[in-house]
């Protein structure tokens, strides 16, 4: 059973930066698509990025520019680095494990991310 476990959630003024981590354990994280979705308040969960297993990336397009999703397969982890970021960016950010063909997916707890304007 696979888990993930978030990190790096936080309180940070627009135009400011964080990043966000995922740990995984208890799958082969090599050969899962990874992604960061996310969920503000009265609105719907949300694709933010994925980076395949074969390292291809795709963003939303309102965080193109401003966001990189970045993986390591050694440790297991992925990361979104957070720049320039704006109220809108309010939300919870949930890390994602999936891998196609299988409808194998696991979900992180998710991390408060909170932007004052």
């Known amino acids: 059973q696979g888990q993930l476990v978030e990190s790096g959630g936080g309180l940070q003024q627009a135009g400011g930066s964080l990043r966000l981590s995922c740990e995984a354990s208890?799958?082969?994280?090599?050969?899962?698509?990874m992604g960061w979705y996310r969920q503000a308040p009265g609105k719907q969960r949300e694709l933010v990025a994925v980076?395949?297993?074969?390292?291809?990336?795709t963003y939303a397009d309102s965080v193109k520019g401003r966001f990189t999703i970045s993986r390591d397969n050694v440790k297991g982890t992925v990361t979104l680095q957070m720049n320039s970021l704006k109220s809108e960016d309010t939300a919870v950010y949930f890390c994602?494990?999936?891998?196609?063909?299988?409808?194998?997916?696991?979900w992180g707890q998710g991390t408060l991310v909170t932007v004052s304007s």
């Open positions: 994602s494990a999936s891998r196609v063909g299988s409808g194998l997916q696991y």
């Open positions: 208890g799958i082969i994280f090599s050969t899962y698509n």
């Open positions: 980076v395949s297993s074969g390292g291809g990336t």
